[in-house]
């Protein structure tokens, strides 16, 4: 008697929830709906039409290449060239360089290593994310200059270039024990 006293306890509050949704689902009787479906042609032909305010989509800039605001005079280097920005969107991929801090000290910069061939390559600020992280722990780690081998995506900026880091990876010493 007692298991049975039980389970109707446990069993009502259940039945009485199902009730509860069953009757709200039902819908009220002699309701009419308040608004008639429109056919399907003037809903497609509404659907069409130009809208009055929609607003224009923004042209893209067209403009000769800017110098970069880290180069000529702003160099550090005596008589160093004036260098043009790389266009935002462009890709770097699998560059040699390494970590560096900002003139002001406020950034981090990627310092591109010597590819041979012109050494124009102004510093790019790091935008920061997880892959500015690792490769900052990795400096803070280790007791020697490291050589990252970067890729990433560029941006543009009053006048600089930024990398949004896709990729990071510490080059290893070239230096074998023979």
Not at 49 to 56: R, T
């Amino acid at each position: 008697m007692k298991t049975r006293t039980i389970l109707i306890a446990m069993l009502l509050p259940l039945w009485t929830a199902s009730l509860a949704s069953a009757q709200a689902t039902r819908p009220a009787s002699g309701a009419k709906p308040t608004t008639r479906p429109l056919p399907a042609g003037s809903v497609l032909d509404s659907m069409l039409k130009p809208m009055p305010s929609a607003g224009q989509p923004l042209q893209p800039i067209i403009d000769s290449p800017k110098t970069d605001m880290s180069t000529g005079q702003a160099a550090v280097a005596p008589a160093a060239p004036k260098v043009n920005l790389i266009r935002e969107g462009s890709f770097i991929v699998d560059r040699a360089g390494r970590l560096t801090k900002s003139a002001d000290g406020q950034n981090m910069e990627f310092t591109f290593d010597s590819d041979g061939t012109t050494l124009q390559d102004p510093p790019l600020v790091i935008l920061p994310n997880l892959n500015l992280m690792s490769m900052e722990d990795a400096v803070t780690a280790g007791s020697k200059d490291l050589k990252f081998r970067v890729t990433g995506v560029i941006t543009e900026y009053h006048g600089r270039n930024y990398i949004l880091l896709d990729k990071v990876v510490v080059v290893p010493d070239a230096t074998t024990n023979f």
